[in-house]
Structure formats: structure tokens, C-alpha cells
């Protein structure tokens, strides 16, 4: 696959193809978090929003009070839960989706897998639904969520994967890592325009760069500029 395919490329399947095995596991890790973080608001179960929220403290590196392997287990069991619900009740407009690959500590590639047999196989409107055959438990995946994960893909790789992306220490100013800093933590993804008015006015001319600020595409942790002003990999 070429850049100018990849920037096109819908199929996230085929671009996970892609980086497996040559991309850095907190990437794939920021990526499966970002997709549950789309489908927020269907964790409705404690146990799932946990899980995502232990992944994404493992992929920054930061100590957590959980045991990974405990939350993966539990948040299994909530999306067992649904399906069971599922199968033997009413039939329901939402379902739970949990998500313990997300946590999977050992193997980054087979934690995004993973994470999308969950995540990947929503119906549009992000509902999670199960097929009526005991051979097949998903739908497959629709045309606007995985539109949707490929941008994902493309704001947390970027251009980074096909070629090197430096930045002119001098455009590093206080204001600008702080904002980028404050972006990160915060997920102020939203001040990505005040990020590019603060490159301008280190000295930054690099288009590409201001382009992706303020190109209105969404913006998870991981993203490719972000991480470049912030010494991230």
C-alpha cells in the first residue's frame, strides 16, 4: 500500500494489515481505546468502561491500581452477560460491549484484533447487535464505522509510518508543548486550531503539519503531531 492509498483507504482491516508487527504496541493500544471511546455512551457497564480506561493508562505507561489481567477477565464477563441476555430475552436496541482485548498485555496486534470483533462489527449508530446463527455472532462491519476507524488510523499514524516526520526544534516553544501537552491530557482535541495559530508563530511553515490542526478530522491520544511535540513514538 502505497501513502496516497493509505490516505484513502477505507478498510481499517487492511491497514492494521499493514502496521502489524512494525508499529509501536502503545499505537495499537491508543488505537483500540479510541475505537471504544467512539462507542462511549453503549458502556453502560462499570466493568467495560474500566477495562478501556486501564488500557489506555497501560499504552501512556502509567502505573494502575488494577490488575490488567482481572479487568480484562471482568469485562468479559459483562459482554457475556449481554449476550446472554441477548439470546435468551426481549430483544433489546442496545447492547453492552466490553472489551478485555483491549487489555491483552502481551501481544499489541492481537489486542486491536481483538478489540475490533467487538467494536468493528457495529451496525451504523454504533449499535451493537447479535446475528440469530449459532456460526456467526456479528453483523458485519458497515460502511460508516469503518470509514470512521480509518481516519483513527490515519490521525494516530499518519504520514510517520511512510516516511520521517521531523520538527524544527525551534518551533518546540513553551506554549507550543504546553498546548500540546494540555491537548494530550485533557483530550482538548478541540484546541487542535489553537495548536497551529501557536506553530505559526514559532516559525512553523510546514503545511502538513497545519493542515492536520486545523483540517477538522477527529483527533484521539495518539495522534500523529501531537505525538511529534511531545517526543512520543
Known sequence: MTESEWNSCTDPQQM?????????????????????RRLWHLLKDER????????????????????????SKHSYHAWMDKIHQRLNGPQSPEEELAVPAAL??????????????????????????LVRNPNAMFYPATEPE????????????????????????????STVVSLGQAIYDERAFD?????ADALEESGCTNQEMLAHCRGGSEHVRG??????????S
Not at 498485555?105 to 449499535?127: D, K, M, Q, S
Not at 484546541?191 to 495548536?195: A, D, Q, R, S
Open 48 to 71: 467495560s468502561r474500566n477495562a478501556v480506561e486501564v488500557a489506555e493508562e497501560m499504552a501512556d505507561g502509567r502505573a494502575t491500581r488494577s490488575d490488567p489481567h482481572q479487568v
Open 146 to 173: 469503518a470509514a470512521a476507524q480509518s481516519l483513527l488510523l490515519r490521525d494516530i499514524f499518519g504520514p510517520r509510518f511512510f516516511r520521517a516526520v521531523t520538527i524544527n526544534p525551534a518551533w518546540l516553544t
Open 191 to 195: 484546541h487542535m486550531p489553537v495548536l
Open 104 to 129: 491483552d498485555p502481551e501481544r499489541a496486534a492481537g489486542t486491536v484484533y481483538r478489540c475490533l470483533e467487538a467494536i468493528r462489527f457495529a451496525p451504523a449508530g454504533g449499535i451493537f447487535e
Open 223 to 232: 495522534c500523529w503531531l501531537i505525538d511529534v511535540i511531545l517526543g512520543k
Open 16 to 36: 492494521l494489515d499493514l502496521l502489524r508487527g512494525k508499529v509501536s504496541e502503545r499505537k495499537l493500544r491508543l488505537f483500540a481505546v479510541a475505537c471504544c
